[in-house]
Nanobody, 133 residues
Framework: QVQLVESGGGSVQSGGSLRLSCAAS????????MGWFRQAPGKEREGVAA???????SYADSVKGRFTISQDNAKNTLYLQMNSLKPEDTAMYYC???????????????????????????WGKGTLVTISS
């Protein structure tokens, strides 16, 4: 089992920045990929960014150039640096992890799709990001 705990959410004005963190514990050695997902009120979950054990990163088109996913393996922590934030970035942000390369590939291919097939094994409880105009 892997436990994930997100932090770093908050309220900022449009154009501002936030950095989300996701602390992983448990059988972290089994993780192949991790990712960030978001769900706005009344909308389906959307994949935002993903990173695999080799450090390869992928992003939804809507956040490319603004968001950066990274990981600190020594601290078992995943990050999402979010710059140039927009009101449409307002959502609950979730961290997820999976040990299976095929499921990771499916997730990467679905990034940016609301309601996409994000069948990751482990999920955190989320951290709320609110962007005001």
């Amino acid at each position: 089992q892997v436990q994930l705990v997100e932090s770093g959410g908050g309220s900022v004005q449009s154009g501002g920045s936030l950095r989300l963190s996701c602390a992983a514990s448990g059988y972290t050695y089994s993780i192949y990929c991790m990712g960030w997902f978001r769900q706005a009120p009344g909308k389906e979950r959307e994949g935002v960014a993903a990173i695999d054990s080799d450090g390869s990163t992928s992003y939804a088109d809507s956040v490319k150039g603004r968001f950066t996913i990274s990981q600190d393996n020594a601290k078992n922590t995943l990050y999402l640096q979010m710059n140039s934030l927009k009101p449409e970035d307002t959502a609950m942000y979730y961290c997820a992890a999976d040990p299976d390369p095929d499921r990771c590939m499916t997730t990467v291919q679905a990034l940016g799709v609301m309601g996409g097939h994000y069948g990751m094994d482990y999920w955190g409880k989320g951290t709320l990001v609110t962007i005001s105009s």
